[in-house]
C-alpha cells in the first residue's frame, strides 16, 4: 500500500514540480554558475524523465486488490473531440515503452465505455448494425496515432533537454577543473578562460566542435587548430605541448620516416627496433595521440615495470588535461576491472604486462574489444623471458586471435630473432641503428683502455689509453681497477653510473668511491645535499646511504624502499648526486641517463654478461638533451675476457616462446571467453601463438603439446567435454566453474585450486579477531623469502592472542617453534606455511601502520623487499576478490578481500590514502603535502606551479607542474567515472 501512495504521489506531483520551459516547450533555463544534478523522487520511482513531459498516464498495477490510493481518474472525451484523452490527466513513466496505446486486447474495456456527469464509467456492450472496428480503425484509431506522435515527439524534445542538461554539467565540471583559479583556491568549479585547456576534439571532427567552444578557445588560435595534419597528422597545440613538457621542437628523421610508413598509414602491425636513447617512445605515443584524438579509439601501453607505468602516467598528465582525454593506471592494484566504458573520452590505459592481460581479458569477455583500437608493448623482447613472457605472449596471442582490427605496436633494442617474432605478429619490421648522441665503448683489460669498434656486428678492440692516477699507496690497494680514478674524469661537472653484479657490492663500491673521491667532488652542490640528506634520514634511509649522499654518491637497487629510490634518482637527474652504483635492473626500469657509464664486472648476479643486457646498461650513456656524448666503460679481468668477448660477438640472442609451462592458462581462457570451444579451435589458437614460431626447444612437437595441455585440463575438471563430436576426433569443452574462476581472477590453476582449499578451511575456523588469518591467505606463494628460524622462534614467542590462534589454524604449535629455536626440521608444517605466515606477521606490522624501516629491521628484511611483498600481497587480494565473484558461495569472502585489497594498497593513515592514489605519491610525499595543508586531490589540483613548488620540500617546479596535471586528470577521470554511471543508467532505462 505504501508503494501505491508513492506511486500515485509522485505521477501526480511530477508536473506540478516542472514547468513547460523545463520541459523542452520554451528555453531550458540554466544557472549562472555550475548546474546541481538533483535526483528527484519522481525519477527513482518511476524510472525515467519523460514523466516530466504532460503524456499518457498508465495505471499502476498492484499485487493486491487497486486501493483508493491507486486509483488515477481518467477522463474519456467527447468523441468529436480532436484528441481521445484529455490533456490534463497526470503524467506517467514509461508509457510509450509500455505499449499502452499500441496494445489493442486491452482496449475492449474502454470502448464501450461511457463516461457520465458523476465521473463514474460503466461499460456498455450494444449489439447494433454498426461496426465496432470500423469506428474504431476510422476515428479513434486516427485520434490514437495522431495524439501518439504528437507526444512522441515532444517526448523526444524532452529527452534531449534532459540528455542535453545532464552533459552540459559534466562538461561544465571537466572545464572548472582543467581552468581552475590559481589566485582564488575557493573557486575550485568556477570556470575560467585558459590557453587551449579545453580543446575537445583534434583535426577531423574540431570543425564540427568549434562552433560551440568559440568562448573557450582564443579566436585567432581557431583556424591554426583546424588544420588536421598541422603535426603528424595532429592538432598543432600538440606542438607546442612536446616543446614545453619535453623540450622536443623537431622529430629525428627516422622518426618522420617511421610514423609514415605504409604500415602505420594502412594500421597494419609493426616492430621497431632501435638502440636505446634513440627516441622509440616518442613515436609510441604520436601513435597513441593519434588514436584517441583523431580515431576515437582508446589505447593501451604495455610497460615491464610499475615504476615505469607512473613515470608515464606522470609525463601522460598535461597532455591529456589540455587535449581532453584520460590517461589511466593499470598497475599494483589500481585499475577497474573491466574498465569504464565511456562515450564522450577516450582513454590510454597504462599499464603493466600482468594488469593489461586482466584488462584485455575483461574487455573479450563483455563483447568490448573492439573499443582498443592500438596496443604499444615496449621491451617486446621481454617475451622471451621466463615468468613475465608467458604472460606478454598470451596477451598478444588472445588480442589476435580474437581478429578485432586491433593495431599491435611493438618497440625494443635487443631483439635477436626479428622475423621470428613479425612472423607471430604478422607485423612489418623497421630497424634502425641511430643515436642521437655519439656512443663510445670501451674495455679495460688490466691497466690498459681498448676501443671497441662493431663492424657488420662483429666485435674488435684497439688500444685507446693506459690509465695512469695519482693514487696513493693506500688508494691502489683499495681500488686496484682505479675506479675512483675512471669516475673522477667526469664528475662532479657531469654523472656517472656504475653497473654492479649484486646489490651487496652496489653498496661497497659506493662506500669505496665515497673514499677516493677529490676535494671538489665533496663540496660540490653542498646545501643541496645536505637537504637531500634530511629528506632521506626522514625516509628512514641506513646511515651508510646517508653518509655517501653527502659527497654525491648513492647505491640503487631493489632492497632500498620505493620512496628512497624516487628520491635518489630526481636527485641525480638535478646533479645533486653525481654518481650513482647500481644493479642492472636499473637498465631497464628507470630513465636516468649519464656522462659516463661503467659496467664493473662482466656479470649479472653469477650469470655471464649477455649483448642485450650489456646493451641496455651502456645505452643509458649520453641522451639529447643531456649529455653532448657518452661513454661505456666494462671491467673485465684477463681470465672472464675470452667467454665476455664470444658472448657479445655471438650477437642479440633470440627471443624464444616460454608459452609452454601456461599454455594451458591460454587454451582454459580462450574457452571461457568465448573465443574457441571446438578442439580444432583451441589448436588453432595455440598455432597462432609464439610457440609456433619460435619455441625454446628447436624439437618441440606443437600437436603433442596441444595433446598433453587438452588432457591436464580435462583431467584437473577445468574443461568439460560437452559434445564429443564424430569419428575425426574433434569434440567441444566447456569452462567449469573452477576454471572461469580461475581466469577471472588471472591465476594459474594450480594456485587458485591451492587458494580454494585454504578457503575451505577458512570458511570453517576463520579467525576474525583481527586481519592476520586474512593477511597469510592472500600473501605471494612464491615470494622467495627464507625466515631466519632462530628469529622467528623470538617473533612467535611474542604473539597476541589473534595470533596465536591463526598459527594454530595452521598448524604451527609451541612444538614448532622450539624446533625451530634448536635447528631441528619441521615436518609437519609445509615450508611454505611457515614462509608465508612469516610475511603475514610482517603485513600485519604494515596494516597497522608501523613504518616501513621499522619492519625491516623487525623482520630482518631489505625495505625495498618489504614493499614488494605488500605490493604483491595487494595484486593477489583483488585477484582473490575477482575469483571469489565467480563462487557463489564463497560470497563473504569477496567482500572481505575486496576491502583488504582497497586496505593494502598503500596501508596509510586514511587521511594519505586519497594522496597516494597520485602517480609516483608515496607516504613519504603524501605526508609533505598533508604538513603543507594540501589535504585533498582537489587542493593540489587549485593550487598554482610556483606555490605548491614553495610550500612542498625537495619538489621542483616541473615535478609540481606535473603533479598538478596528474591531480586534475584524476579529477576529470572521476567526473567521468560519474558520467559513464549516468549514461549507463539512461541506457537501461532506454533513454
Not at 570556470?191 to 571532427?205: A, C, H, P, Q, V
Not at 616460454?658 to 582454459?668: D, N, T, V
Not at 592476520?772 to 611474542?798: E, F, I, K, M, N
Request: glycine share 6%; net charge neutral; proline share 4%.
Amino acid at each position: 500500500m505504501n508503494s501505491c501512495k508513492e506511486n500515485m504521489h509522485d505521477s501526480q506531483s511530477t508536473p506540478k514540480r516542472r514547468s513547460r520551459e523545463n520541459l523542452g516547450l520554451g528555453k531550458v533555463s540554466r544557472a549562472s554558475k555550475l548546474p546541481k544534478l538533483k535526483v528527484r523522487d519522481a525519477y527513482l520511482v518511476n524510472s525515467t524523465p519523460i514523466s516530466s513531459c504532460e503524456t499518457f498516464s498508465m495505471v499502476e498495477k498492484c499485487e493486491s486488490p487497486c486501493l483508493p490510493c491507486n486509483q488515477v481518474e481518467y477522463k474519456m472525451c467527447d468523441s468529436t473531440s480532436n484528441s481521445s484523452i484529455c490533456s490534463d490527466i497526470p503524467g506517467s513513466p514509461g508509457v510509450l515503452e509500455s505499449g499502452f496505446l499500441n496494445n489493442l486486447e486491452n482496449w475492449e474495456s474502454f470502448v464501450g465505455s461511457k463516461h457520465n456527469n458523476s465521473g463514474n464509467t460503466k461499460v456498455e456492450i450494444e449489439d447494433n448494425s454498426i461496426n465496432m472496428d470500423d469506428i474504431f480503425h476510422s476515428k479513434l484509431e486516427q485520434d490514437l496515432i495522431k495524439n501518439h506522435l504528437d507526444r512522441t515527439l515532444l517526448t523526444s524534445r524532452c529527452e534531449k533537454v534532459f540528455r542535453d542538461e545532464i552533459e552540459e554539467s559534466f562538461d561544465m565540471i571537466n572545464q572548472s577543473i582543467c581552468h581552475i583559479n590559481n589566485e582564488n583556491r575557493s573557486s575550485l568549479f568556477e570556470t575560467k578562460d585558459s590557453f587551449l585547456l579545453d580543446i575537445r576534439e583534434s583535426g577531423i571532427e574540431a570543425m564540427q566542435k568549434v562552433a560551440n567552444t568559440n568562448d573557450l578557445l582564443k579566436p585567432q588560435l581557431n583556424q591554426e587548430f583546424l588544420k588536421p595534419n598541422t603535426f603528424y597528422g595532429l592538432p598543432n597545440i600538440v606542438k607546442g605541448l612536446f616543446k614545453t613538457y619535453r623540450n622536443i621542437e623537431k622529430f629525428y628523421d627516422w622518426q618522420e620516416e617511421c610514423l609514415n610508413l605504409d604500415a602505420i598509414r594502412e594500421r597494419r602491425n609493426l616492430i621497431y627496433a632501435l638502440p636505446t636513447s634513440g627516441g622509440k617512445t616518442l613515436v609510441a605515443e604520436v601513435l597513441m595521440l593519434r588514436e584517441v584524438l583523431n580515431r576515437k579509439q582508446n589505447a593501451l601501453f604495455i610497460l615491464p615495470f610499475v615504476a615505469i607505468v607512473q613515470e608515464k602516467i606522470w609525463s601522460l598528465a598535461p597532455f591529456a588535461l589540455q587535449l581532453d582525454f584520460l590517461v589511466e593506471e593499470y598497475a599494483a592494484g589500481k585499475g577497474h576491472i573491466p574498465p569504464k566504458k565511456r562515450r564522450k573520452k577516450n582513454s590510454i590505459y597504462i599499464a603493466t604486462i600482468e594488469k593489461g592481460l586482466a584488462l584485455i581479458r575483461s574487455l573479450v569477455e563483455l563483447g568490448r574489444l573492439n573499443e582498443l583500437g592500438l596496443i604499444v608493448v615496449d621491451e617486446l623482447h621481454l617475451i622471451g623471458e621466463a615468468g613475465r613472457g608467458s604472460t606478454l605472449e598470451t596477451l598478444l596471442t588472445t588480442v589476435i586471435f580474437a581478429n578485432q582490427g586491433i593495431q599491435i605496436v611493438g618497440m625494443s633494442a635487443t631483439i635477436g630473432n626479428l622475423p621470428d617474432i613479425a612472423r607471430f605478429l604478422n607485423a612489418d619490421v623497421y630497424e634502425k641503428q641511430f643515436r642521437p648522441v655519439e656512443l663510445t665503448e670501451y674495455v679495460k683489460l688490466g691497466d690498459m683502455l681498448h676501443r671497441i669498434v662493431w663492424d657488420g656486428g662483429a666485435m674488435e678492440i684497439f688500444p685507446e689509453r693506459q690509465l695512469a692516477f695519482d693514487y696513493s699507496a693506500a688508494g691502489a690497494t683499495l681500488d686496484p681497477d682505479y675506479l675512483g680514478g675512471l669516475v673522477s674524469e667526469v664528475v662532479p661537472q657531469a654523472s656517472c653510473l656504475v653497473f654492479c653484479p649484486t646489490k651487496r657490492n652496489c653498496e661497497n663500491v659506493a662506500a669505496l668511491l665515497c673514499k677516493l673521491q677529490r676535494r671538489e667532488m665533496s663540496s660540490h652542490r653542498a646545501a643541496e645535499r645536505a637537504a637531500l640528506q634530511e629528506a632521506l634520514r626522514a625516509e628512514g634511509a641506513a646511515a651508510g646511504l646517508l653518509a655517501c649522499v653527502r659527497v654525491g654518491v648513492a647505491f640503487h637497487h631493489a632492497g632500498l624502499a620505493a620512496d628512497e629510490r624516487a628520491v635518489l634518482e630526481h636527485a641525480f637527474r638535478s646533479g645533486v648526486i653525481s654518481v650513482v652504483c647500481c644493479t642492472s635492473t636499473l637498465a631497464a626500469g628507470v630513465n636516468l641517463p649519464a656522462r659516463r657509464v661503467i659496467v664493473r664486472a662482466p656479470r649479472v648476479g653469477r650469470e655471464l654478461l649477455s649483448l642485450g643486457a650489456y646493451k641496455q646498461m651502456v645505452g643509458r650513456a649520453g641522451r639529447a638533451g643531456v649529455c653532448e656524448a657518452g661513454e661505456s666503460i666494462i671491467i673485465c679481468g684477463a681470465g672472464d675476457w675470452p667467454a665476455l668477448r664470444r658472448a657479445l660477438g655471438a650477437g642479440l640472442a633470440g627471443a624464444r616462446s616460454r608459452l609452454r609451462p601456461a599454455a594451458g592458462s591460454l587454451l582454459l581462457s580462450a574457452v571461457a571467453l568465448g573465443l574457441a570451444a571446438a578442439r580444432h579451435q583451441l589448436r588453432a589458437l595455440l598455432g597462432a601463438s609464439l610457440l609456433a614460431v619460435a619455441p625454446a626447444d628447436s624439437g618441440l612437437d606443437l600437436d603433442e603439446v596441444f595433446d598433453e595441455t587438452i588432457h591436464a585440463l580435462l583431467k584437473s575438471g577445468a574443461l568439460e567435454v560437452v559434445d564429443k563430436g564424430s569419428d575425426d576426433g574433434n569434440f567441444c569443452v566447456s569452462v567449469s566453474k573452477l576454471g572461469r574462476a580461475a581466469i577471472k581472477g588471472c591465476m594459474e590453476l594450480d594456485v587458485a585450486k591451492q587458494l580454494l582449499l585454504e578457503l575451505d578451511v577458512a570458511a570453517r575456523s576463520l579467525v576474525v579477531m583481527g586481519s592476520l588469518h586474512l593477511l597469510h591467505l592472500v600473501t605471494p606463494r612464491d615470494s622467495g623469502v627464507r625466515p631466519d628460524y632462530r628469529h622467528y622462534y623470538a617473533l612467535y614467542c611474542d604473539l597476541d592472542e589473534e595470533g596465536i590462534q591463526t598459527a594454530k589454524i595452521l598448524g604451527i604449535t609451541e612444538m614448532n617453534a622450539v624446533r625451530m629455536m634448536t635447528g631441528k626440521p619441521i615436518t609437519n608444517v609445509p615450508e611454505s606455511v611457515l614462509s608465508r605466515f612469516y610475511i603475514a606477521m610482517m603485513l600485519r606490522d604494515l596494516w597497522r601502520q608501523v613504518p616501513v624501516p621499522k619492519v625491516a629491521e623487525k623482520f630482518g628484511l631489505p625495505r625495498g623487499t618489504v614493499q614488494a611483498q605488500l605490493a604483491a600481497a595487494g595484486g593477489f587480494a583483488a585477484s582473490a576478490q575477482r575469483l571469489c565473484e565467480e563462487l557463489e558461495p564463497l560470497w563473504p569472502f569477496r567482500l572481505l578481500l575486496g576491502e583488504l585489497a582497497r586496505r593494502l594498497r598503500h596501508c596509510a593513515a586514511p587521511d594519505l590514502e586519497p594522496l597516494m592514489e597520485l602517480p609516483a605519491v608515496k607516504r613519504a610525499r603524501a605526508l609533505q603535502l598533508v604538513r603543507a595543508g594540501y589535504k585533498r586531490i582537489e587542493d593540489i589540483a587549485k593550487a598554482s606551479v610556483d606555490e605548491l613548488a614553495n610550500n612542498v620540500a625537495h619538489l621542483s617546479r616541473s615535478a609540481a607542474d606535473h603533479l598538478i596535471s596528474a591531480a586534475r586528470v584524476m579529477l576529470i577521470e572521476k567526473v567521468e567515472n560519474l558520467r559513464a554511471e549516468a549514461e549507463d543508467v539512461m541506457e537501461e532505462l532506454k533513454l
